[in-house]
């Protein structure tokens, strides 16, 4: 009897629970559709760097964190917009862009890093240039309940491109190493001063070279000996210093046709050869401490006579008049004024066994100086701040970013003005020197 009794009320219990379960589901509100979080789908840009040196958007690598939907994202679209116009950005402008002003990148990688191409565009369309502030923006495009999505990531910080200069190298293996000029049209002469030969107690070189600006390369001058210093009027007359030995040597002037005339025979060692402003030759001399006036009729005078000046080699104006040298033992860079006095502005250093400062050029303030001894090219500003402009100082003749250049042992420099960039004639000890090209623009 009690039997039953419990069997029987446990059924009712069980359908009781059958009854409201039924009644309770048949009750229950509806579950709420999902949410777009944008967030999600939002990348982060973490860095942009400037990784090589072409000048163009394949300079630019971009690195970027994805977000948490990134299951959900089919592409990103990497796009450079300009500082000025990021305000301008919307998700709907950027859906229209052509394929040329964005790089299209898929992964689902939380850490993701994208190098450029050389022809992307800005989002305006136009080429990437090195002298405008940028920035990256990045358009997400994936799928939510079967949905196209878009959404456009805060942009980066701005940067710019920075175009490191690097050398290069016009003629290889030419037969000339010594002091450098140009002419109007930017040819390029160079004097071989050669290899020293103890046969004949001095160089062996006998010519002058003339190089086209596209690098063309001829003989100009030949029947010199161990010719240093040179250089070339507007008339196309050129001058040199020609036949040095130990106590002497001679300026000669060679006209267009190649005759050739000596102007005056100098003692000491006539080195570097500046053509005055008033119509006179300025000479710099290795072995007396003096730099001799020359007037065209040959007369010759002491422009100024000081001990610092042995060992002279360079000689340039700077845009005030002064007559600058560059002491090739010493590595001072001195400046002379109209009335003789001399002051040292700065010293290059001293690195290596040989030249100090070989020859000198100088452009808008500032003195370039190769340096044989310390395989690099240096910069002197007036105010007496001494730097390496090229060079890592390691023997050699690979071409690369300036710091990381290798030269032999640079001699002859000169600047191009209109182009802005120096020519240097580097590998003095064989004869055969490389003609690089610096570019003064960084």
């Known amino acids: 009897m009690n039997y039953l009794r419990s069997k029987t009320t446990s059924l009712f219990f069980i359908l009781f629970l059958m009854t409201?379960?039924?009644?309770?589901?048949?009750?229950?509100?509806?579950?709420?559709?999902?949410?777009?979080?944008?967030?999600?789908?939002?990348?982060?840009?973490t860095a942009v760097t400037d990784v090589t040196n072409k000048g163009d958007a394949s300079d630019i690598q971009v690195k970027f964190n994805t977000g948490q939907a990134r299951e959900n994202i089919q592409e990103y679209r990497i796009m450079i917009v300009k500082s000025s116009a990021v305000s301008n950005l919307t998700v709907e402008s950027m859906k229209s862009l052509p394929n040329s002003s964005y790089a299209s990148h898929a992964g689902n990688q939380i850490n993701q890093e994208l190098q450029l191409d050389a022809l992307q565009n800005d989002i305006d369309g136009e080429s990437v240039t090195s002298d405008i502030d940028y920035r990256i923006a990045i358009l997400s495009i994936g799928t939510f309940n079967e949905e196209t999505v878009y959404v456009l990531s805060e942009p980066s910080t701005d940067f710019k491109l920075i175009n490191n200069p690097e050398t290069s190298t016009l003629v290889s293996n030419m037969p000339a190493n010594d002091a450098i000029s140009i002419d109007a049209a930017g040819n390029i002469y160079v004097s071989n001063?050669?290899?020293?030969?103890?046969?004949?107690?001095?160089?062996?070189?006998?010519?002058?070279?003339?190089?086209?600006?596209?690098?063309?390369?001829?003989?100009?001058?030949?029947?010199?000996?161990?010719?240093?210093?040179?250089?070339?009027?507007?008339?196309?007359?050129?001058?040199?210093?020609?036949?040095?030995?130990?106590?002497?040597?001679?300026l000669v002037k060679v006209a267009p046709d190649g005759t050739k005339t000596t102007i005056a025979n100098i003692q000491g060692y006539p080195s570097g050869l500046l053509l005055g402003t008033d119509g006179n030759f300025y000479v710099s001399n290795y072995n007396i401490g003096v730099v001799n006036k020359v007037t065209p009729d040959g007369t010759i005078t002491d422009f100024v006579r000081d001990e610092r000046l042995k060992g002279g080699v360079g000689i340039v104006y700077d845009d005030n008049g002064n007559i600058i040298v560059g002491n090739f033992?010493?590595?001072?860079?001195?400046?002379?004024?109209?009335?003789?006095?001399?002051?040292?502005?700065?010293?290059?250093?001293?690195?290596?066994?040989?030249?100090?400062?070989?020859?000198?050029?100088y452009f808008e303030g500032n003195v370039y100086a190769t340096s044989g001894g310390g395989k690099r090219i240096y910069k002197v500003s007036l105010g007496g701040e001494v730097t390496v402009f090229a060079g890592s100082g390691v023997v050699g003749s690979s071409d690369g970013e300036f710091q990381d250049a290798t030269f032999t042992i640079p001699n002859g420099i000169a600047v191009d003005k209109a182009k802005r960039v120096l020519y240097v004639s580097d590998g003095a000890t064989t004869g055969g020197a490389n003609l690089r090209v610096l570019p003064l623009d960084r």
Do not use: H
């Not at 033992?329 to 100090?356: F, K, W, Y």
């Open 20 to 45: 409201f379960s039924l009644a309770c589901d048949g009750d229950a509100p509806e579950s709420e559709p999902a949410v777009l979080n944008e967030n999600d789908y939002k990348v982060q840009i």
């Open 193 to 250: 001063y050669g290899v020293w030969d103890n046969s004949i107690g001095k160089g062996n070189g006998t010519t002058a070279l003339k190089i086209s600006p596209a690098g063309d390369v001829s003989v100009f001058v030949t029947g010199l000996a161990n010719p240093v210093g040179n250089a070339i009027d507007s008339e196309g007359n050129f001058y040199v210093n020609d036949d040095n030995v130990s106590n002497a040597g001679n």
């Open 329 to 361: 033992l010493t590595g001072a860079v001195l400046s002379i004024n109209p009335s003789g006095d001399i002051s040292l502005i700065g010293t290059v250093p001293t690195l290596g066994r040989g030249s100090v400062i070989g020859y000198l050029t």
